[in-house]
Nanobody
Framework: QAHLVESGGGSVQAGGSMTLSCVSS????????MGWFRRVQAPGTEHEGV?????????IYTDSVKGRFTISRDNAKNTLILQMTSLKPEDAAKYYC?????????????????????WGRGTQVTVSS
């Protein structure tokens, strides 16, 4: 079982950068597929898969963040990182870290919330225009 804690959220102006971190405890982090999801805090909205990284280091991104966001992992520190640049107001959301013990990402279509077993509580990102 994995316990995930996100950090690094806050407020930034459009065009700025921000780095999110997620620390995992209680499991073999290096073996998990990890992902970042986001959800706008409004009724009826759903989690959107943003980026994912397999245990072998391969990465995938949803189209809207390609070229702007970078996901990485530091297995020695049990930490997942999301570097976000050129932020846009539409990137504002609560960002969640998630872990999937038995899932391999082959494309952004595989960033499905049902495939991730463990979730953090999220960190809020606000982008002002």
């Amino acid at each position: 079982q994995a316990h995930l804690v996100e950090s690094g959220g806050g407020s930034v102006q459009a065009g700025g950068s921000m780095t999110l971190s997620c620390v995992s405890s209680g499991s073999i982090f290096s073996r998990y597929t990890m992902g970042w999801f986001r959800r706008v805090q409004a009724p009826g909205t759903e989690h959107e898969g943003v980026a994912g990284i397999n245990s072998d280091g391969t990465t995938i991104y949803t189209d809207s963040v390609k070229g702007r966001f970078t996901i990485s992992r530091d297995n020695a520190k049990n930490t997942l990182i999301l570097q976000m640049t050129s932020l846009k107001p539409e990137d504002a959301a609560k960002y969640y870290c998630a872990a999937a013990p038995r899932w391999y990402l082959r494309g952004p279509q595989d960033l499905k919330i049902s495939s991730f077993d463990y979730w953090g509580r999220g960190t809020q990102v606000t982008v002002s225009s």
